[in-house]
């Protein structure tokens, strides 16, 4: 699997905290309107999944979620008209990354064979400072039927 590097990016994101799976659907919802609200969808544009914490050791409950689009440096965020959007840099780096195409419910076990056999045979260890991802490019994210998605799946690696 190729290792990408990433670059420092600018990105807005909205937060949910709770299960990961399925549950997130609702939250890219609320953030696409926001996007399509914003005109900022093109064929172009890069969103991301960032998974903050370890479904593992962390309980549903408290895991963190960020929905994000990568933005210019002048972008701003008005937080009477944005209340839920926050900006913040992500860090880039080296990921180990690999096309995905499923479900919400699939995408957690795609990560755990990344994590349990991709991660190991690439000679590489996982980066635990940086996030978890999934990388969206373009407008259309649908998959080839039509409760499924694509995306890119990327682990940090040093």
Known sequence: MPIETLPKTKIAYM?????YGPPLMDLWKR???????????NDKTIRFGLSLDNPMTTPASELRYDAAI???DKFQVDLTLDPDIELKIL???EY??????????EIGQAFEKMFNETVPKSGRSFDYRRDVLERYVGK??????ADTFRCDLG????
Do not use: A, H, Y
């Open 140 to 145: 259309k994210i649908s998959g080839s039927t």
């Open 155 to 158: 682990i940090p690696v040093k």
């Open 96 to 105: 180990l990354m690999t096309p995905f195409e499923g479900t919400g419910k």
């Open 70 to 72: 990568v933005v210019d």
């Open 31 to 41: 953030f696409n309107k926001w996007v399509d609200r914003r005109r900022l969808l």
């Open 91 to 93: 860090e880039g780096g």
């Open 15 to 19: 937060r949910q905290v709770g299960p």
